[in-house]
């Protein structure tokens, strides 16, 4: 079974920036592997997106403020994040699909606060 680990997540003030990754014990080049995150009483919205085959997708609310990327050799993808506001609060997860088959991290907490 798939398992993924956040992490990476904390305090940071209003326009900063933090680097999340997404961890595994299974190599995650042929998965679907998105970031979502979801704010208290909401769903979870899409932040971003990679593909097996290189494309990315990315949130509207946040293009152009976040990078999503990944490494191969230690099975982790990132979420970089910059010029964070207020409103970027909120936990992170990390998700992977293949054909079928999806998987979910426990989420990492992201607070942006002065």
């Known amino acids: 079974q798939v398992q993924l680990v956040e992490s990476g997540g904390g305090l940071v003030q209003p326009g900063g920036s933090l680097r999340l990754s997404c961890t595994s014990a299974?190599?995650?080049?042929?998965?679907?592997m998105k970031w979502y995150r979801q704010l208290p009483g909401e769903q979870r919205e899409l932040v971003a997106g990679?593909?097996?085959?290189?494309?990315?997708d990315y949130g509207y609310s946040v293009k152009g403020s976040v990078t999503i990327s990944g490494d191969s050799t230690k099975k982790t993808v990132y979420l970089q994040m910059n010029n964070l506001k207020p409103g970027d609060s909120a936990s992170y997860y990390c998700?992977?699909?293949?054909?079928?088959?999806?998987?979910w991290g426990q989420g990492t907490q992201v607070t942006v606060s002065s």
């Open positions: 998700n992977g699909v293949l054909g079928g088959f999806s998987c």
């Open positions: 990679s593909g097996s085959g290189g494309s990315t």
């Open positions: 299974t190599d995650l080049s042929f998965y679907t």
